[in-house]
C-alpha cells in the first residue's frame, strides 16, 4: 500500500519500510513521528484522494538521524567593480524510516 503525505512543503510518494530524507523535524533520534496530512493512500481500485486531505488517515514513522546535507557554496561578484562575496550552507534535515500506513 502506498501514501502521498505533505511535510515541510513538499510531498512524498512512500510504502512501508521506505527511507526518506525530510526537511528537519523537531525530533529525537529514534524517536516516532506521524504524518496526518495524508493526501491519498491506497493502491490500484481501493486508491482514496482526498480533498484535500483523506480523512482519519495517518502515517507513522521512526526517526533514524538527524543530519546535515552537503555543503553548497553561494558565490556572488560584480565585474570591474571589486565586490566578491563566498558564502557557504549546509541545510538541516531528518532521515526517517517509514513503519506503518494508517487507512
Not at 26 to 52: C, N, R, W, Y
Not at 62 to 75: C, D, L, M, T, W
Amino acid at each position: 500500500m502506498h501514501a502521498v503525505i505533505r511535510t515541510g512543503g513538499k510531498q512524498y510518494r512512500v510504502k512501508a519500510g521506505d527511507e526518506l530524507k525530510i526537511e528537519k523535524l523537531e525530533a529525537e533520534k529514534g524517536g516516532e513521528v506521524v504524518f496526518d496530512q495524508v493526501l491519498a493512500v491506497g493502491e490500484g481500485e481501493s486508491l482514496k484522494i482526498g480533498t484535500p486531505l483523506v480523512g482519519n488517515a495517518s502515517v507513522k514513522a521512526s526517526v533514524i538521524a538527524n543530519e546535515r546535507g552537503k555543503k553548497i557554496i553561494i558565490f556572488k561578484k560584480k565585474r570591474r567593480k571589486g565586490y566578491q562575496v563566498k558564502r557557504g550552507h549546509r541545510q538541516h534535515y531528518t532521515r526517517v524510516r517509514i513503519l506503518e500506513i494508517n487507512a
